[in-house]
């Protein structure tokens, strides 16, 4: 049950953290390599990721959450659910940041509709 309030509380802080940002649909990604499906569907971003979200339409779900130090560490089965995408990875840590906030992990892939 503990975990599950985690969880819930982790997302409850992202989502309010967000909800100030007047920007939408804006994310920009960096990573040291890329790699795009044929279809374009999905999308695979390897080393050093780094993404910044400018608005408050994610969620997100992991089977883990922690603060510390004003970030918040998701880990375990993590995705992070978009309008239009989901992106999966097994580590991220969220930073808040006057421009909205920033994911930091090693991998992820990102499963567009």
Excluded: C, W
Excluded at 78 to 97: C, D, G, Q, W, Y
């Amino acid at each position: 049950m503990k975990l599950i309030k985690q969880v819930t509380l982790s997302a409850a802080v992202l989502l309010s953290a967000l909800s100030g940002f007047t920007s939408a649909n804006e994310m920009e990604i960096t990573a040291k390599s890329q790699e795009i499906s044929p279809d374009s569907k999905l999308h695979t971003y390897t080393g050093n990721v780094r993404i910044a979200f400018a608005n408050g339409n994610l969620s997100t779900k992991s089977s883990h959450a922690s603060f510390q130090n004003g970030k918040t560490v998701m880990e375990g089965d993590v995705e992070i659910i978009l309008s239009n995408a989901v992106a999966k990875t097994e580590r991220v840590t969220f930073i808040p940041s006057q421009q909205g906030l920033i994911a930091k992990m090693d991998k992820v892939t990102f499963t567009y509709q």
